[in-house]
C-alpha cells in the first residue's frame, strides 16, 4: 500500500466527523428530508472508505448457523463444536444402522427360533470402553476450550458492565473523565424511527443502540459484570462470551475480538418485560480511531466518529 493511500481513511475519518457533527445537531430543526438526504451522503462517503464498520456480529435471516466467529474464544468454540457435532452424526448413523439392523435380521419371521445366550463379555467390554474414550477424547478438546473462556489473560483494558431493567451501562474504571470519574455511560436502544438518521438499517431494530461500547481491535477487554436490579446477562455471539449479570455480584469474562466491525448481541436472561428491548452493541475499532474516541468520550461525547 502507497503512503497515500495508507493516509486515506484517515481523512475520510476526519470529514466524516465533521459531517456528523452538525447532522446531529441539526436533526431537531431540519425538515426530515433534508436530514435524510445528508445522512444518506454521509452513508455513501462511508461505504466508499475502509474506514467504515462492517457488521460482522449480526444475526441473518434464516440463519442457523454460527455468527463468524470473531476471537480466538469463538474459534475454538465453534470448532469444537463442529468436531462434535461430526461424532455425535457418526454415533447417530451408527446406532440407527444397528436397530435397523436387528429389526430385520431378528424379527419373529425372519428369526423363528431366538438364541437362548443373555451374555457377551467382548461386546460388553466393547460398549463401556468405547464411549469411555470417545468422551475422554471430547474432553481433551472441551477442557481446554472451557479454561481459554475462563482464564483471563492479562488485560490491556478493563470495562464494567451493568444490566439494567431495560438497558445496559457501560464503564471504563481506568479511564477517567474530565470532572474525575470513570468514563462512563447508558446503552439504550435506539428507537425505529431514529435509525436511519443514526446510520442504521431498519432491520437492525433490536440491536443498534444509541451508545455502542467501544474497544480496541486485537487487544485482551476484561469484562466485568454486575446488575442493577434483576439478574441479565451480557451475550455477544460472535465473541462466544455470554456472562450473567447477577446483582450484588462482580463476574469476570474476557473477549479480544481480532476483526474491527460492529457485533451486536443481545440479553439472555430473561429479566422482565422489556427483556427483548436491552441489545448489546460492540464497535471493534483500531487502536488509533479507539485512542480518539477516548479522548471524546472523556469529554461526554461517546458517538464514534467513524461510524
Ligand atoms: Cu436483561
Not at 461505504?47 to 454460527?66: H, K, N, R, W, Y
Request: aromatic fraction near 10%.
Amino acid at each position: 500500500m502507497s503512503e497515500k493511500a495508507a493516509k486515506q481513511p484517515h481523512m475520510e475519518r476526519e470529514l466524516n466527523m465533521s459531517l456528523m457533527t452538525p447532522l446531529r445537531g441539526l436533526s431537531s430543526l431540519a425538515p426530515k428530508s433534508l436530514v435524510l438526504a445528508g445522512v444518506t451522503s454521509v452513508m455513501l462517503a462511508h461505504s466508499a472508505t475502509a474506514e467504515a464498520l462492517q457488521q460482522i456480529g449480526v444475526p441473518v435471516p434464516d440463519g442457523t448457523g454460527f455468527q463468524p466467529a470473531s476471537t480466538p474464544v469463538a474459534v475454538e468454540a465453534q470448532g469444537l463444536e463442529n468436531m462434535v457435532m461430526w461424532i455425535i452424526g457418526v454415533i447417530t448413523v451408527f446406532v440407527c444402522a444397528l436397530l435397523l439392523y436387528v429389526i430385520v435380521r431378528f424379527n419373529a419371521k425372519a428369526n423363528p427360533t431366538p438364541a437362548k445366550f443373555t451374555h457377551n463379555t467382548p461386546i460388553e467390554v466393547a460398549w463401556t470402553l468405547i464411549p469411555i474414550l470417545v468422551l475422554v477424547f471430547i474432553g481433551s478438546f472441551s477442557l481446554p476450550a472451557l479454561f481459554d473462556q475462563m482464564e483471563i489473560p492479562q488485560a490491556d483494558l478493563t470495562v464494567k458492565v451493568t444490566g439494567n431493567q431495560w438497558f445496559w451501562s457501560y464503564a471504563y474504571p481506568d479511564i477517567a473523565a474530565a470532572d474525575g470519574s470513570p468514563v462512563g455511560f447508558d446503552s439504550v436502544l435506539l428507537e425505529k424511527k431514529d435509525l436511519a438518521a443514526a446510520g442504521y438499517k431498519d432491520t437492525d431494530y433490536l440491536l443498534a443502540v444509541d451508545n455502542a461500547l467501544v474497544v480496541p481491535v486485537n487487544k485482551v477487554v476484561k469484562v466485568e459484570m454486575t446488575g442493577a436490579d434483576v439478574i441479565h446477562a451480557w451475550a455477544v455471539p460472535a465473541f462466544a462470551v455470554m456472562h450473567s449479570a447477577v446483582p450484588g455480584r462482580l463476574g469476570e469474562t474476557w473477549f479480544k475480538a481480532t476483526q474491527e466491525g460492529i457485533y451486536f448481541g443481545q440479553c439472555t436472561t430473561l429479566c422482565g418485560q422489556g427483556h427483548a428491548y436491552m441489545p448489546i452493541e460492540v464497535k471493534v475499532v483500531s487502536q488509533e480511531a479507539y485512542d480518539k474516541w477516548v479522548e471524546q468520550a472523556k469529554g461526554g461525547n461517546y458517538q464514534l466518529a467513524s461510524n
